[in-house]
Structures are given as C-alpha cells and as structure tokens.
C-alpha cells in the first residue's frame, strides 16, 4: 500500500487554479496525517481531494462533507501527531 503525505495534498490543490489555497491550507490545518489508498498514487489522491473539494463549490467547505466523499472513494485518513 502507498502512503500519500496530506502535505503532499495540500501542495497539490495549492496549486490547482480552480481550487482556492485557503481551502487547500484549511484541510491541511485539519487533517494532519496520511490517506491511503490501496494500489493509489499521488495523482488518484489529487483527483479525489479534487472532485471533494468541487463538489462543496457555493457551499462553506465543510471537513466531515470532505472525508465522507474521500471515504466513499476508497480513501482511509490515518491521523498522526506533530513532533
């Protein structure tokens, strides 16, 4: 299984034109930690968080919405603690 950083994440819709960075720093500020995904790579998680993100669009971005949607998609979040 490979483990994809959330900071890897949060770079990752920083960057995205359509998706605004303070929404890309808000889910890195709540999920601290790691989704996996079994066979997944770094741009399954990217197209995922995406279509999350997108389909809150006109809505307050809500953090239970997004890992619900990530969850459906097959996505586990494994919290770990800052050092």
């Not at 920083?14 to 996996?36: D, F, K, M, P, Q």
Request: with cysteine; glycine share 8%.
């Amino acid at each position: 299984m490979k483990k994809i950083g959330i900071v890897l994440l949060a770079l990752t819709l920083a960057g995205c034109a359509t998706i605004e960075r303070h929404i890309a720093a808000h889910i890195l500020s709540n999920y601290v930690g790691v989704w996996t995904k079994e066979g997944a790579t770094q741009t399954d998680l990217a197209r995922d968080a995406s279509t999350c993100v997108m389909k809150q669009k006109g809505s307050p971005f809500n953090e239970i919405v997004y890992r619900d949607c990530m969850e459906a998609a097959g996505w586990t979040l494994t919290p770990y603690r800052l050092k």
